[in-house]
T-cell receptor
Framework: RKEVEQDPGPFNVPEGATVAFNCTYS??????FFWYRQDCRKEPKLLMSVYSSGNEDGRFTAQLNRASQYISLLIRDSKLSDSATYLCVGTSHLSGGYNKLIFGAGTRLAVHP | DGGITQSPKYLFRKEGQNVTLSCEQNLNHDAMYWYRQDPGQGLRLIYYSQIVNDFQKGDIAEGYSVSREKKESFPLTVTSAQKNPTAFYLC????????????????FGEGSRLTVL
């Protein structure tokens, strides 16, 4: 079982729609979670961190449910420029007590006019 | 402008050849990483380095080698022992030295696409 699992999509939505992605993780010891955005054939970039209490950044809202071990990303009022792949990221242990990032395979979003 | 530079962007290699991918950063970050991305899979960690002259194997280190002789540079060699080297390779750095509670922000280079013919 993959440590971080996402629905690959694609999610095809019209401009202005609200869309939500979920992601599940298997390592209950994961401490931190993030969403990254990756445009086609480009490098990933950090979109936002995910906090237990939920957090918002403009049109984007991230939620964490530790009991069910899933993370969500909600995008309101979708723009054409939101079209990208969204990577769910958890953490896992490296040696020495440090953590590394574990990337999901990504969920593709296509926003159309 | 600060950032990470990877080269080459595209590389073709014959089977049996070693190739080296360059990664240079001017962000003054201690930690650097190499990931591999394949279609339908998440990024997988090949090697990481938390400090100059030290590096550790990631999840899929077999067939790869690295060096960290300078803080700014973390080249990756894909050897002929790597069975399936065709992939998108991403170098990254972070200000966290594999922090116990990482900020999560990795700065990536634009990637190198390696194709084995």
């Amino acid at each position: 079982r993959k440590e971080v699992e996402q629905d690959p999509g694609p999610f095809n939505v019209p401009e202005g729609a609200t869309v939500a992605f979920n992601c599940t993780y298997s390592n209950s010891a994961s401490q931190s979670f993030f969403w990254y955005r990756q445009d086609c054939r480009k490098e990933p970039k950090l979109l936002m961190s995910v906090y237990s209490s939920g957090n918002e950044d403009g049109r984007f809202t991230a939620q964490l449910n530790r009991a069910s071990q899933y993370i969500s990303l909600l995008i309101r009022d979708s723009k054409l420029s939101d079209s990208a792949t969204y990577l769910c990221v958890g953490t896992s242990h490296l040696s020495g007590g440090y953590n590394k990032l574990i990337f999901g395979a990504g969920t593709r979003l296509a926003v159309h006019p | 402008d600060g950032g990470i530079t990877q080269s080459p962007k595209y590389l073709f290699r014959k089977e049996g050849q070693n190739v080296t991918l360059s990664c240079e950063q001017n962000l003054n970050h201690d930690a650097m990483y190499w990931y591999r991305q394949d279609p339908g899979q998440g990024l997988r960690l090949i090697y990481y380095s938390q400090i100059v002259n030290d590096f550790q194997k990631g999840d899929i280190a077999e067939g790869y080698s690295v060096s960290r002789e300078k803080k700014e540079s973390f080249p990756l060699t894909v050897t002929s022992a790597q069975k399936n080297p065709t992939a998108f390779y991403l170098c990254a750095s972070s200000i966290d030295v594999g922090s116990r509670v990482p900020s999560g922000e990795l700065f990536f280079g634009e990637g190198s696409r390696l194709t084995v013919l």
